[in-house]
């Protein structure tokens, strides 16, 4: 699997305040960099205190720990705080083994991660690929758009029940957890558009780690 490069940065940091959206960050961080130790090629490291960058593996995982830290600072924060993410698809310049800070690291995956970000910023979006192949980053703005479009919509209470799903992957599990039932639980997913996400998050990850296969 080819690496991508994962840079991003807080949204409304300041009108949350920057000290705590720093430190719920970094909470954020440390929790997706234990969890997806096996993805990450270089662990996320917080730079600046809003920002964040880091190297995973290219695949279904990757575009799983965005869910992940998205979610995380949505549930924490009740939704006041999101983030932005560029991702960048290309080669690095060092051998990855034993590097611990990104900041270290250089090449065009470095490049079109940042162009992304800065893309992100300017078209007010979340999720953005830059992989130097027009049709893949055209089925990357599709699916992403739709994505955003549903997750921007869900309260924090959704948020909850859609990464305690990630965590169990079952909705018979989660409805038992829950004391309701299975149907009320599928509909409140479906409805909410949680499974459609995942599902689309999911077949964006396995084109990506197809990428240089």
């Known amino acids: ?9 807080l949204v409304a940091s300041r009108a949350y305040g920057a000290g705590k ?20 090629l270089v662990p996320l490291d917080v730079i600046q205190g809003d920002a964040f960058q880091g190297v995973a593996a290219a695949g279904p995982d990757a575009l799983a720990l965005v869910f992940r830290l998205q979610g995380g600072l949505v549930e924490r924060t009740a939704g006041r705080l999101k983030s932005r993410f560029g991702l960048g698809l290309g080669t690095i310049d060092q051998e990855l083994a034993n590097v611990e800070d990104p900041s270290l690291l250089t090449g065009p995956a470095f490049v079109a991660a940042a162009e992304a970000l800065v893309r992100a910023r300017k078209e007010r979006r ?3 690929l830059q992989s130097g192949r027009p ?9 992403f758009g739709l994505v955003e479009f549903v997750w921007k919509r ?6 909850r029940r859609a990464l305690r799903y990630d965590e169990v992957a079952d909705i018979g599990t989660l409805a038992e957890e829950l004391g309701v039932s299975y149907q009320a639980v599928h509909k409140q997913l479906h409805g909410r558009g949680v499974l459609a996400v995942r599902t689309g998050l999911a077949g964006m990850g396995a084109l990506l780690k197809g990428v240089g296969e």
Do not use: H, Y
Request: glycine share 4%.
């Open 126 to 128: 979340q999720l953005v």
């Open 21 to 40: 959206a720093a430190r719920v960050l970094s909470e954020v961080v440390n929790e997706v960099n234990t969890r997806f130790s096996k993805t990450l």
């Open 154 to 159: 869900w309260s924090a209470e959704v948020w």
């Open 1 to 9: 699997m080819p690496p991508i490069v994962l840079s991003g940065d």
């Open 135 to 143: 049709d893949l980053d055209a089925v990357a703005d599709g699916t």
